[in-house]
């Protein structure tokens, strides 16, 4: 996976776990039967491949609620995988006997949706979008105010560790003056003069 891609995996990861947990909090909530393992990761991996599409490298909220939305239909078609039992009874040993099927229809009626159903969707998707686009920017926030942070931090240990710049004095007048480059020769011829060795002993 490239470097640029991976905010939109992480991004399409969260939008999709989200509005497939809330879609599925809010059906149970609501009276809905429990799904099965089929009706959730099979909503969920749809849902995460169109939500990674959709991300995009930087936060977008048409974006995201188009990827929310696309996340509620889907799990609101794709539910009923795993949880609608067979609904046909047969006679006991009488195997040559149609089988009788009950009044209700079974999966058109899982399907189908009245407009509280829909509602509830709508307020769901409402909801993720606004926690999931709210909970980025707190994050880029917090992001941005650690790196401050570190940055003011870093300033201050780097003023209390640098040792002070030593003052030189300037220099000092009258006796101490270097000697002019004619005094130099003058004591150049003096030196080495000295009485011999054997009268200085």
Known sequence: MTESRKPAVIRGFAASSL???????????????????????????????????????????????????????????????????????????VHGAPLVIPATPGLPEAVTADASMWLGHALAALLTVSALYRGERLIIAARNLAVQLGRWLRRRVDHVLVLPALRLPRALRGIFDVARTGDLVLLATLRGRAPPLSAAI
């Open 19 to 93: 509005a497939i947990f809330v879609a599925l909090a809010g059906h149970v909530s609501g009276g809905g039967q429990m799904p099965g393992a089929l009706g959730i990761v099979v909503p969920w991996v749809f849902s995460f491949m169109i939500c990674v599409l959709l991300a995009g490298r930087s936060l977008s909220l048409i974006r995201l609620t188009l990827s929310v939305a696309v996340s509620q239909f889907l799990f609101h078609t794709l539910f009923v995988l795993g949880t609608v039992t067979p609904s046909g009874v047969s006679v006991p040993h």
